[in-house]
């Protein structure tokens, strides 16, 4: 309990106590001892005292007792008895007759028997007790000649002394309880001066945990070195400053210590005068050590407030790109969860990052799939080796091609290998790939039919001259007849053939020249205007409000058209809707648009209208060249050519004779690049 | 228990063992005070009483003649004590008036008790062994201005007591026979007492402090061994006049006087057990003597115009 109590008192209450309890266990028992010592050589030197004038007296009564002369020998001991702190005197012969005394009023008689002198030598003394009042009787014997004549007696008032040590013990005490409150009050005062620097302390380390770091805690020093030593070094650290001290300070300029480490200095400062002058107490070397590291510790918060900014802002500029990329990045640790996810994956899974970070992919895709994409990373994570596939992941009804990529990784907490997957969609590469491949596919058909052609046209020549001159040798009417007539027809279909064969393998060639889009187009639909009446099939051309000049060869322009018209009647059949429409889309874009009611494309041949040799049309019908040659001759100039099937609602707004039974439709639409400049007057002049 | 709390315990018991006197105090003996009772007055002593002219204190006076008083009281077969008369004049009164039985003096204070009705019946032999003795004027050997006896006038003189027989009456009555008068000495002094007065006047000449001194006879063989006596010289000595002597009081049974006179007479200084009594009272042997010894005393008294009450 004590302890505690102890425990609960404040620093400068125990050392208030402890001073004062120090104190007095010095004072008291030195004053006991001393009160004693006091007493005991008091006593001793009363004792000393008694004997002497009992043994003076002793000497001086002897004339009196050999005259008899009792007066004087009463006069002996009244004198002697006058003294202060004698209580009586009194003088016996030596049959212990008392022959004169000190007392009045009879004589008590007690005192005869309670102490009687030696025959020689020191007095005896014996201590009484007479009513309280303590008395030191001394008996010093009377001798003359060696004669013993009788005994003087002698009461010497030992209480008397003791009342004078107690009053010494008590003035002792006094100043003992005098000094005691002037030590405690110095003490007091001492606590306060070392107790207040130690709570300013305390408070500044409670402001430091306040993360109060730019406190000063140390003394403002009256005269620091630079006044002292009189250096005149203004750019010596310590200069100006009156807070810390110099050996406290690193790279200060001082003759005697620079270059000195502060270890080094304190030892080296120690006959400095500023040292002297400054050294301080533990206080002061703990006030400035707490400001060093509340210094020290500022720097180093502000160190790591910067390495977390930098850190922040990395992990930002990090987390953009992670989640600008429109790949799909997550990190999964060795158990196959989550670890981080980017933007793009928690949009593609359709949830936030938050909800997919610890959990595992069968919580996000069907049974199969997630097992597969386990089993993969486990493969990873057992082999270290890197997967990279393609692959079509379905995922909202939607099936797209993706390039992923698994790897191994760092995790990044304890170091144990993690699971970094990346899938980059390449849905619309592989399509262009696949164009490509179609492109080039083409292009070698291309080649492989001009080739052919050219080689068949002659034999093609050869029969259809001989079938022509066959016919003038046979009369008319006759089976031979018909059948000539047959092989021509089929020979000259073969020529149309060979004829588009060629057309398409020279897809480069032809002279281009600036032609208005409207002249082309007014061509190619006076040529069918007839076939597509004959069909009930109304043609409706709007050449649009502008110019539309480009740079092509008029001939294969006009072809495309005509291809164009071609597709769409046949697309029609009987009675139907064919516009054509022409715009001018972009300051250097014009645009020739062919929409139909026909039947329309089914949606998966939408994108190979444009191959070559693919047709719709039965046996003999078509070539399957015509939409392959546009394909080429548009593109040949630059432009685009697309197709959308059923035709755009707003194909036809406005426009009636859209037939008995319009079908979905189809609109095949040209895009080319405009010529700048003026129009080439010879050029259009003379196709027109 | 912890080491701090037994060096406290450790330091405690020290200071206790060291404080002396701490053990327990002397028991006291109670005494009622109250008790009183007067003291029964002293029965009246009886026998012969001595008293030795009190030259020198009580206590001196006792030692040197107990002895002789034991053997005179034996030898006589009665009780004799020796009395302490404080004065010469005490003691020439208590004579007078019978409380002093036998009187040992000086032969001036005899003469006043001669006057009273004693009777001197014997005196001593001097240790010198003559019984009688003179007294002497001593002088520094140095000193040119005192040749003779004549050449102290005028100068500063030391004598042992006014009452002193060999220290001073002696010496004066040859100053008288050499007529010089007290008056025609530049100062005359006595050696402050008490005691060793013989010795002080000795050292006063000595010193230097006093021109002359004069002394008993013997006296200066006191110094012998303490100062260079070859600086003192003996300007004279006066004739010799009787010794102390002893008287019986007026009215005491002679037959008593007889007794104890032959008791003295008795003692011889050859027998050791004598010699004890006689060194022990200063003295060689008593002889007898008359009243008629001392009239060369009485004549010197005359001389210097003593009259038994200026005699002191």
Not at chain 1, 625 to 639: E, M, N, P, R
Request: aromatic fraction near 6%; hydrophobic fraction near 40%.
């Amino acid at each position: 309990m004590r302890p505690r109590i102890l425990a609960r008192l404040s620093f400068r209450a125990k050392i208030t106590l402890g001073i004062a309890a120090l104190l007095l266990g010095c004072a008291a028992p030195s004053i006991w001892l001393a009160s004693n010592m006091a007493a005991l050589e008091l006593m001793d030197e009363i004792k000393a005292r008694g004997a002497v004038l009992a043994e003076n007296l002793a000497s001086r009564v002897t004339d009196s007792m050999l005259a008899d002369d009792l007066l004087r020998l009463k006069n002996m001991a009244d004198e002697i008895a006058a003294v202060d702190d004698i209580n009586y005197a009194f003088i016996m012969d030596a049959e212990g007759r008392v022959l004169a005394s000190s007392f009045t009023g009879g004589f008590p008689v007690e005192l005869i028997g309670v102490n009687a002198a030696p025959q020689k030598g020191p007095p005896s003394v014996r201590l009484l007790n007479a009513s309280g009042e303590f008395i030191y009787d001394f008996a010093a014997p009377v001798v003359i000649a060696g004669t013993h004549f009788g005994q003087v007696r002698l009461g010497l008032s030992r209480s008397r002394h003791q009342a004078r040590i107690d009053r010494l013990t008590a003035a002792m005490a006094g100043v003992a309880g005098a000094a005691l409150l002037l030590a405690v009050g110095a003490g007091m005062l001492f606590a306060r001066r070392v107790t207040r620097r130690i709570n300013a302390l305390r408070e500044h380390a409670e402001e430091v945990v306040k993360g109060n770091l730019d406190i000063r805690a140390g003394t403002h020093l009256r005269k620091n070195c630079w006044e002292i030593m009189q250096c005149g070094l203004l750019n010596c650290p310590a200069h100006g400053d009156a807070e810390r001290r110099c050996w406290r300070l690193a790279g200060t300029l001082c003759p005697d210590c620079k270059g000195k480490s502060p270890r080094d200095k304190t030892l080296s400062c120690v006959n400095c005068k500023v040292y002297q002058r400054n050294k301080g107490d533990e206080i002061q070397d703990l006030t400035e050590t707490f400001d060093v590291m509340s210094a020290a510790l500022s720097a180093r918060l502000s160190e790591l407030r910067d390495a977390q900014g930098t850190l922040a802002s990395q992990e930002r500029l990090l987390r953009v790109i992670l989640d600008a990329t429109p790949d799909h990045v997550a990190l999964l640790d060795a158990n196959l969860r989550y670890l981080a996810v980017n933007k793009a994956y928690a949009l593609f899974l359709g949830l936030p990052p938050s909800a997919i970070v610890g959990r595992k992919d069968g919580e996000f895709y069907p049974p199969g799939e997630a097992a597969e994409r386990e089993r993969e990373f486990a493969g990873v994570l057992e082999t270290g080796r890197p997967l990279s596939k393609e692959a079509a992941i379905r995922r909202a009804g939607r099936e797209g091609w993706y390039h992923v990529q698994v790897g191994q990784a760092p995790g990044p907490r304890d170091g144990s290998p993690a699971v970094l997957r990346t899938d980059r969609e390449i849905t619309q590469i592989k399509e262009f790939r696949e164009q490509l491949i179609q492109a080039q596919k083409m292009e070698a058909l291309g080649k492989l039919a001009g080739g052919v052609a050219h080689e068949i046209n002659t034999p093609l020549g050869v029969i259809l001259g001989y079938a022509q001159l066959l016919q003038e040798d046979v009369p008319e009417g006759g089976q031979m007849r018909e059948d000539l007539l047959a092989i021509e027809k089929q020979t000259l279909i073969c020529r149309d053939i060979v004829a588009d064969l060629l057309k398409f393998s020279r897809q480069g060639e032809g002279r281009r020249r600036r032609v208005l889009l409207d002249g082309a187009l007014r061509e190619a639909i006076g040529l069918v205007e007839r076939s597509f009446a004959l069909h009930r099939i109304n043609l409706v051309y709007d050449p649009g409000p502008d110019d539309l000049p480009v740079m092509a060869d008029p001939e294969r322009l006009k072809q495309v058209w005509i291809n164009f018209l071609n597709n769409a009647r046949d697309a029609v059949g009987e009675s139907g809707l064919v516009s054509v429409t022409a715009r001018k889309i972009a300051p250097d874009k014009a645009s020739v648009t062919f929409a139909d009611t026909g039947s329309g494309i089914l949606p998966e041949y939408v994108e190979k209208v444009f191959d070559p040799f693919f047709t719709t049309k039965p046996v003999g019908k078509g070539t399957g060249l015509g939409l392959a040659v546009s394909y080429g001759i548009i593109k040949d100039y630059g432009g685009e050519l697309t197709v959308q099937s059923p035709a755009p609602a707003g194909a036809f707004a406005g426009k009636e004779g859209q037939g008995d039974k319009p079908g979905p439709g189809s609109a095949f639409t040209a895009i080319l690049p405009l010529s700048p400049g003026g129009l080439d007057e010879a050029g259009t002049q003379k196709d027109f | 228990m912890t080491a701090p709390r037994f060096a406290l315990l450790a330091l405690l018991a020290f200071v206790l063992a060291a404080a002396p006197g701490c053990g327990p105090d002397e028991e006291p003996i109670p005494v009622d005070m109250s008790r009183r009772e007067e003291p029964a007055p002293a029965a009246p002593k009886r026998g012969l009483t001595y008293a030795y002219l009190p030259q020198y204190a009580h206590a001196v006076s006792y030692q040197r003649h107990r002895l002789l008083v034991e053997y005179l009281s034996k030898a006589v077969g009665m009780p004799i004590r020796q009395v302490f008369p404080d004065t010469f004049d005490e003691h020439v009164k208590m004579v007078a008036r019978g409380e002093i039985d036998i009187s040992f003096s000086n032969p001036f204070v005899y003469l006043r008790l001669a006057e009273h009705g004693a009777r001197a019946f014997a005196r001593i032999v001097e240790p010198s062994g003559k019984p009688a003795f003179r007294g002497q004027i001593i002088v520094r050997r140095d000193d040119p201005a005192i040749r003779s006896v004549a050449d102290c006038r005028g100068k500063r003189w030391m004598a042992v007591d006014p009452s002193s027989a060999g220290g001073y009456l002696f010496a004066l009555g040859e100053f008288y026979d050499h007529g010089l008068r007290e008056e025609d000495f530049g100062a005359i002094g006595f050696a402050p007492g008490p005691g060793g007065k013989q010795e002080k006047v000795v050292l006063a000449v000595y010193s230097g402090t006093w021109d002359v001194g004069s002394i008993r006879e013997g006296a200066l063989a006191l110094l012998a061994d303490r100062i260079d006596l070859d600086r003192i010289r003996i300007l004279a000595e006066t004739r010799a006049y009787p010794s102390w002597v002893y008287a019986a009081r007026p009215g005491l049974d002679p037959e008593v006087v007889r007794k104890v006179s032959q008791a003295m007479f008795a003692l011889s200084v050859n027998r050791p057990d004598d010699a004890v009594i006689l060194q022990s009272a200063n003295i060689r042997g008593l002889i007898p003597a008359t009243d008629a010894d001392y009239d060369s005393v009485r004549e010197l008294a005359k001389k210097l115009g003593l009259t038994p009450e200026t005699i002191q």
